[in-house]
Protein backbone atom coordinates (compact mmCIF):
# COMPACT_ATOMS: atom_id res chain seq x y z
CA UNK A 1 0.00 0.00 0.00
CA UNK A 2 2.61 2.30 1.25
CA UNK A 3 4.20 1.84 -2.60
CA UNK A 4 0.50 3.50 -3.78
CA UNK A 5 0.22 6.04 -1.57
CA UNK A 6 3.94 7.42 -0.69
CA UNK A 7 4.08 9.12 -4.15
CA UNK A 8 0.89 10.82 -4.11
CA UNK A 9 1.84 12.24 -0.69
CA UNK A 10 5.19 13.43 -1.89
CA UNK A 11 3.07 15.32 -4.74
CA UNK A 12 0.58 16.87 -2.34
CA UNK A 13 3.46 17.57 -0.17
CA UNK A 14 5.24 19.43 -2.40
CA UNK A 15 1.89 21.30 -3.42
CA UNK A 16 1.44 22.05 0.02
CA UNK A 17 4.83 23.69 0.58
CA UNK A 18 3.73 25.95 -2.26
CA UNK A 19 0.37 26.69 -1.54
CA UNK A 20 1.66 27.50 2.15
CA UNK A 21 4.83 28.97 2.35
CA UNK A 22 4.91 30.07 -1.40
CA UNK A 23 8.89 29.36 -2.12
CA UNK A 24 10.68 30.60 -5.14
CA UNK A 25 13.46 28.46 -6.83
CA UNK A 26 16.35 29.59 -4.52
CA UNK A 27 19.24 28.58 -2.47
CA UNK A 28 17.29 26.01 0.08
CA UNK A 29 15.10 24.45 -3.40
CA UNK A 30 18.65 24.16 -4.74
CA UNK A 31 20.26 22.32 -1.79
CA UNK A 32 16.82 20.06 -1.65
CA UNK A 33 17.08 19.23 -5.15
CA UNK A 34 21.07 18.01 -4.71
CA UNK A 35 19.75 16.24 -1.87
CA UNK A 36 17.42 14.25 -3.85
CA UNK A 37 20.06 13.47 -6.55
CA UNK A 38 22.60 12.24 -4.55
CA UNK A 39 19.74 9.94 -2.32
CA UNK A 40 18.53 8.98 -6.12
CA UNK A 41 21.92 8.08 -7.16
CA UNK A 42 22.80 6.32 -3.77
CA UNK A 43 19.48 4.51 -3.80
CA UNK A 44 20.10 3.05 -7.25
CA UNK A 45 23.97 2.45 -7.31
CA UNK A 46 23.90 0.72 -3.48
CA UNK A 47 21.02 -1.50 -4.17
CA UNK A 48 19.16 -1.26 -7.06
CA UNK A 49 21.88 -1.76 -9.70
CA UNK A 50 23.17 -4.65 -7.61
CA UNK A 51 19.98 -6.80 -7.28
CA UNK A 52 19.40 -6.59 -11.50
CA UNK A 53 22.84 -7.22 -12.16
CA UNK A 54 22.53 -10.41 -10.08
CA UNK A 55 20.43 -11.95 -12.67
CA UNK A 56 20.80 -14.24 -15.70
CA UNK A 57 20.19 -11.59 -18.03
CA UNK A 58 23.43 -10.78 -19.86
CA UNK A 59 22.31 -7.49 -21.67
CA UNK A 60 21.71 -5.27 -18.43
CA UNK A 61 24.32 -3.06 -19.72
CA UNK A 62 22.12 -2.36 -23.02
CA UNK A 63 19.10 -1.98 -21.69
CA UNK A 64 20.35 0.79 -18.86
CA UNK A 65 21.86 2.98 -21.78
CA UNK A 66 18.51 2.57 -23.60
CA UNK A 67 17.35 4.37 -20.34
CA UNK A 68 19.60 6.96 -20.77
CA UNK A 69 19.08 7.85 -24.08
CA UNK A 70 15.27 7.18 -23.09
CA UNK A 71 15.61 10.13 -20.75
CA UNK A 72 17.47 12.23 -23.11
CA UNK A 73 14.35 12.32 -25.26
CA UNK A 74 11.91 13.03 -22.70
CA UNK A 75 13.58 15.80 -21.85
CA UNK A 76 13.41 17.42 -25.25
CA UNK A 77 9.66 17.78 -24.83
CA UNK A 78 9.92 18.14 -20.79
CA UNK A 79 12.37 20.67 -21.39
CA UNK A 80 14.14 18.77 -18.07
CA UNK A 81 11.26 19.23 -15.60
CA UNK A 82 12.44 16.24 -14.00
CA UNK A 83 15.58 17.33 -12.75
CA UNK A 84 14.10 20.87 -11.78
CA UNK A 85 13.53 22.87 -14.99
CA UNK A 86 10.56 24.38 -15.95
CA UNK A 87 10.74 26.05 -19.44
CA UNK A 88 7.57 26.92 -20.85
CA UNK A 89 5.59 30.56 -21.65
CA UNK A 90 4.03 31.85 -18.17
CA UNK A 91 1.37 33.68 -20.52
CA UNK A 92 0.53 30.32 -21.71
CA UNK A 93 -3.36 29.05 -20.45
CA UNK A 94 -3.16 26.07 -22.66
CA UNK A 95 -2.81 22.67 -20.65
CA UNK A 96 1.01 21.48 -21.55
CA UNK A 97 0.34 18.26 -23.01
CA UNK A 98 3.91 17.27 -24.27
CA UNK A 99 5.47 18.29 -20.57
CA UNK A 100 2.20 15.90 -18.98
CA UNK A 101 3.05 13.11 -21.43
CA UNK A 102 6.64 13.05 -20.65
CA UNK A 103 6.15 12.99 -17.39
CA UNK A 104 3.91 10.55 -17.29
CA UNK A 105 6.08 8.21 -18.82
CA UNK A 106 8.77 8.67 -16.61
CA UNK A 107 6.99 8.19 -13.72
CA UNK A 108 5.18 5.25 -15.25
CA UNK A 109 8.63 3.60 -15.73
CA UNK A 110 9.47 4.43 -12.35
CA UNK A 111 6.98 2.59 -10.59
CA UNK A 112 7.25 -0.70 -12.13
CA UNK A 113 9.86 -1.75 -10.09
CA UNK A 114 9.14 0.04 -6.69
CA UNK A 115 7.57 -3.33 -5.27
CA UNK A 116 10.45 -5.47 -5.90
CA UNK A 117 13.45 -3.50 -4.31
CA UNK A 118 12.62 -2.26 -1.04
CA UNK A 119 14.52 0.99 -0.50
CA UNK A 120 13.83 2.36 -4.05
CA UNK A 121 10.27 3.62 -2.95
CA UNK A 122 12.08 6.23 -0.51
CA UNK A 123 14.54 7.18 -3.31
CA UNK A 124 11.27 8.00 -5.72
CA UNK A 125 9.47 10.12 -3.36
CA UNK A 126 12.18 12.09 -2.10
CA UNK A 127 12.80 12.71 -6.24
CA UNK A 128 9.39 13.82 -6.49
CA UNK A 129 8.98 15.90 -4.21
CA UNK A 130 11.25 19.13 -5.66
CA UNK A 131 9.97 18.45 -8.73
CA UNK A 132 6.63 18.47 -7.22
CA UNK A 133 7.35 22.14 -5.59
CA UNK A 134 8.76 23.49 -8.88
CA UNK A 135 6.12 22.43 -10.81
CA UNK A 136 2.99 23.91 -8.46
CA UNK A 137 5.71 27.42 -8.15
CA UNK A 138 5.35 27.77 -11.55
CA UNK A 139 1.73 26.88 -11.85
CA UNK A 140 1.06 29.52 -9.23
CA UNK A 141 3.12 31.79 -11.21
CA UNK A 142 1.33 30.91 -14.83
CA UNK A 143 -1.70 31.87 -15.91
CA UNK A 144 -3.07 28.60 -16.40
CA UNK A 145 -5.78 27.89 -14.60
CA UNK A 146 -5.84 26.71 -11.17
CA UNK A 147 -7.97 23.79 -12.35
CA UNK A 148 -6.27 22.78 -14.65
CA UNK A 149 -2.83 23.14 -12.55
CA UNK A 150 -4.47 20.58 -9.95
CA UNK A 151 -5.44 18.55 -12.81
CA UNK A 152 -1.86 18.49 -13.79
CA UNK A 153 -0.31 17.44 -10.46
CA UNK A 154 -3.22 15.49 -9.47
CA UNK A 155 -2.24 12.87 -12.47
CA UNK A 156 1.27 13.50 -12.04
CA UNK A 157 0.85 12.39 -8.81
CA UNK A 158 -1.26 9.13 -10.24
CA UNK A 159 1.65 7.86 -12.72
CA UNK A 160 3.97 6.29 -10.15
CA UNK A 161 0.91 4.03 -8.69
CA UNK A 162 -0.50 3.62 -12.12
CA UNK A 163 3.37 2.02 -12.73
CA UNK A 164 3.16 -0.13 -9.37
CA UNK A 165 -0.43 -1.19 -10.43
CA UNK A 166 0.90 -2.19 -14.28
CA UNK A 167 4.21 -4.16 -12.98
CA UNK A 168 1.84 -6.05 -10.64
CA UNK A 169 -1.06 -7.13 -12.96
CA UNK A 170 0.15 -7.45 -16.03
CA UNK A 171 1.94 -10.59 -17.21
CA UNK A 172 4.30 -8.96 -19.99
CA UNK A 173 5.66 -6.75 -17.79
CA UNK A 174 6.97 -9.35 -15.02
CA UNK A 175 7.84 -10.98 -18.26
CA UNK A 176 10.50 -8.29 -19.16
CA UNK A 177 10.64 -7.03 -15.46
CA UNK A 178 14.57 -6.93 -15.43
CA UNK A 179 14.55 -5.18 -18.75
CA UNK A 180 12.46 -2.63 -17.70
CA UNK A 181 14.16 -2.12 -14.36
CA UNK A 182 17.80 -1.74 -16.25
CA UNK A 183 15.68 1.09 -18.21
CA UNK A 184 14.35 2.89 -15.10
CA UNK A 185 18.41 2.49 -13.65
CA UNK A 186 19.60 4.06 -16.77
CA UNK A 187 16.79 7.17 -16.18
CA UNK A 188 17.55 7.48 -13.06
CA UNK A 189 21.38 7.51 -13.79
CA UNK A 190 20.91 10.55 -15.93
CA UNK A 191 18.40 12.49 -14.04
CA UNK A 192 20.64 11.97 -10.75
CA UNK A 193 23.93 13.38 -12.23
CA UNK A 194 22.13 15.95 -14.10
CA UNK A 195 20.68 17.24 -10.54
CA UNK A 196 24.22 16.91 -9.12
CA UNK A 197 25.90 19.22 -11.71
CA UNK A 198 23.17 21.80 -11.96
CA UNK A 199 21.63 22.43 -8.78
CA UNK A 200 24.21 25.10 -8.22
CA UNK A 201 24.86 28.12 -10.69
CA UNK A 202 28.01 27.90 -12.39
CA UNK A 203 28.12 24.08 -11.53
CA UNK A 204 30.58 24.61 -8.99
CA UNK A 205 30.15 22.83 -5.41
CA UNK A 206 30.34 24.62 -2.24
CA UNK A 207 30.16 23.11 1.49
CA UNK A 208 27.03 23.55 2.25
CA UNK A 209 26.03 21.57 -1.08
CA UNK A 210 28.69 19.12 -0.42
CA UNK A 211 27.67 18.23 2.94
CA UNK A 212 24.28 17.89 2.16
CA UNK A 213 25.22 15.04 -0.91
CA UNK A 214 27.20 13.40 1.98
CA UNK A 215 24.41 13.40 4.31
CA UNK A 216 22.11 11.46 1.21
CA UNK A 217 24.58 9.48 0.39
CA UNK A 218 25.09 8.36 4.28
CA UNK A 219 21.45 8.06 4.74
CA UNK A 220 20.95 6.28 1.70
CA UNK A 221 23.57 3.37 2.35
CA UNK A 222 21.56 2.80 5.84
CA UNK A 223 18.46 2.56 4.53
Excluded: R
Excluded at 23 to 50: D, H
Excluded at 57 to 69: A, E, R, S, T, Y
Excluded at 71 to 85: C, M, P, R, T, V
Excluded at 161 to 179: A, D, K
Amino acid sequence: MQNIVLPILSVVLGYLVVLVLKPKQNKNLKLLLAFSGAFLLSITVFSFLPEVYSTDNNHIGIFIMMGILLQIILEFFSKGAEHGHVHIDKEAVVFPWLLFISLSIHSVLEGVPIHAHDSLIYGIIIHKLPVAIILATFFSASKMSKTKSLLFLLLFALMTPLGVFLSTNFSIIETYFTEISAVVIGIFLHISTTILFESNEGHKFNITKLLTIVIAIVLAYFI
